[in-house]
């Protein structure tokens, strides 16, 4: 039951409470995407600011006007609260 609660969290209430805090969920499209479905939905590290959402989406566009179908690929971005939590393995800077 724990798990189903955390999990109607992580894709009911985070993705809209979210934005209070600064920061938007990427959003998948056809040119860009997530490396792997775990950061998405069990990590929660999906979350950036509007700004780099907006540059992400500009520099995905580019690289598939350049490189005819090419996908921009991401790894993980960050939590959707907590501004410069280390998060593994990018323990050498404060933001993924």
């Keep these: 039951m724990f798990c189903f609660i955390v999990f109607a969290i992580y ?3 985070l ?3 979210a934005p209070t805090f600064g ?3 990427i959003e998948d499209s056809e040119l860009l995407s997530s490396h792997s479905f775990v950061y998405k939905f069990f990590l929660n590290q999906d979350y950036v600011t509007p700004e780099l959402f907006e540059a992400l989406k500009i520099i995905a ?3 598939s006007e350049s490189y005819k179908g090419i996908k921009l690929i ?3 971005a ?3 609260f907590i ?4 998060l593994s393995p990018h323990l050498s800077h404060n933001d993924g």
């Design 15 to 17: 993705p809209y409470v």
């Design 23 to 25: 920061r938007v969920k």
């Design 11 to 13: 894709l009911l209430i």
């Design 78 to 80: 960050n939590f959707p």
């Design 83 to 86: 501004d410069g939590f280390p």
């Design 61 to 63: 566009k580019k690289r």
């Design 74 to 76: 991401y790894l993980d």
